[in-house]
């Protein structure tokens, strides 16, 4: 087990900044999962920190050590990436033992690791098979086994999971999270699924354009969004967002949703601006008697559970409003709001229901910086 640590590491390919000033600190036995669209420089960290890429400027450090200058077999880590790495004419057995072989340990403590690594991760009677007679799923703990018996200071899981169908993925995302809790290893895990980062991570690293956007726990990160672009990209589906005025009146501030006047609380210090971008999550609506008339365009049920779609309400502006901030899953267009109900109503599609927005739910962003107001 160890800590890790980033100072002011940067990396540039050419005159191409990948990484800006990064920081961070991870904690002992902590699962630390970086999430950010393609492109965000999440691997480029990861591979820093293996010592499989080299740092511009700035230090990294495992357990205290400077590591930066070091080659990946000294730095006492171990990797597992998405497509498993594992010798297709080797046996299970062989390829969980492989590194330690590698390293002159002496045959029956390599049968005593690979047994022991084969029972956390129920390969046993899978031991004396080849890779390609393994699902996906199996040959992934194969490599999570190779990454095991080696007794490594820390993780490091780079999209271990983005060649599995969905159901194994989810079934294997919470072995990864049992295993790293049983072994109390420093993991960090690299995604670009926001969806796996809420579920796994004891903490998150949200990234864009090789600079951290906010760090922060699951809760946090989804309750208390730095920007428009965490707001954005944490939730599913994501938040909702719409421009409107600011109003303020004995030390209250309100906007406009459609004909009705929005109550957002005491007014935030920062808040200066006579505009705002507004943000409610898709959960936070509420369908009632009272709130703003809205036409359902599309009504998806998933049983007691549905997604409401309707259009945003007339002059309530979005279009200046960057698409980026909607995650990819995500395929509404910009004028379209959705709310997620729980109930037993039937819903229809062209049905007129009135829409709330709760105090306290609603987020506010700068229109300029896109900065959370608070
Ligand atoms: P993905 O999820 O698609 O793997 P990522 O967040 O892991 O994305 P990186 O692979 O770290 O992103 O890449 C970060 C940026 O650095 C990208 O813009 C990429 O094009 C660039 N980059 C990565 N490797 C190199 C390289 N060897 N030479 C030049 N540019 C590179």
Do not use: W
Not at 255 to 282: C, D, H, M, N, S
Not at 289 to 315: D, N
């Amino acid at each position: 087990m160890a800590t890790i640590d980033f100072k002011n590491v940067q990396k540039r390919y050419g005159q191409f900044k990948a990484i800006h000033d990064f920081n961070l600190h991870v904690g002992e036995g902590e699962l630390c999962v970086f999430v950010g669209p393609s492109g965000c420089g999440k691997s480029t960290i990861l591979k820093m920190l293996a010592g499989l890429e080299e740092t511009t400027s700035g230090s990294i450090e495992i357990g205290g050590r400077d590591v930066t200058d070091l080659g990946p077999g000294k730095r006492d880590i171990a990797m597992v990436f998405q497509n498993y790495a594992l010798y297709p004419h080797m046996s299970v057995r062989s390829n969980i033992g492989f590194g330690l072989k590698m390293r002159g340990v002496p045959k029956a403590d390599i049968d005593k690791a690979v047994n022991e690594a084969a029972e956390i991760l129920e390969l046993t009677d899978y031991l004396d098979r080849r890779p390609r007679a393994l699902s996906g799923g199996q040959r992934q703990r194969v490599a999570l086994g190779r990454a095991i018996v080696r007794e490594p200071s820390a993780f490091l899981m780079d999209e271990p999971l983005s060649n599995l169908d969905a159901k194994l993925r989810t079934q294997t995302r919470s072995e990864i999270v049992k295993l790293q809790k049983r072994l109390g290893v420093t993991t960090i895990y690299v995604t670009h699924d926001q969806v796996e980062a809420l579920t796994m991570a004891t903490r998150i690293v949200v990234m864009r354009g090789g600079v951290i956007q906010q760090v922060g726990s699951p809760d946090e990160l989804f309750s208390q969004p730095a920007n428009l672009f965490v707001a954005g990209f944490i939730g599913s589906p994501g938040m909702n967002f719409f421009r409107g005025p600011v109003e303020i009146e004995n030390g209250k501030a309100f906007t406009r949703f459609g004909e009705q006047r929005i109550p957002l609380g005491q007014v935030p210090q920062k808040l200066t601006a006579k505009e705002a971008i507004f943000g409610i999550r898709p959960e936070h609506l509420q369908v009632g008697e009272t709130g703003v008339p809205v036409t359902l365009s599309l009504v998806e049920s998933l049983g007691t559970e549905k997604i409401l779609h309707f259009a945003t309400p007339k002059g309530q502006e979005t279009d200046a409003i960057e698409t980026e901030i909607v995650s990819d899953e995500d395929a509404r267009d910009k004028k379209t709001m959705l709310a997620r109900v729980i109930d037993d109503r039937r819903y229809h599609d062209g049905e007129t229901i009135r829409i709330a927005l709760p105090e306290g739910k609603v987020h506010i962003f700068d229109t300029v910086t896109h900065e959370a107001i608070v």
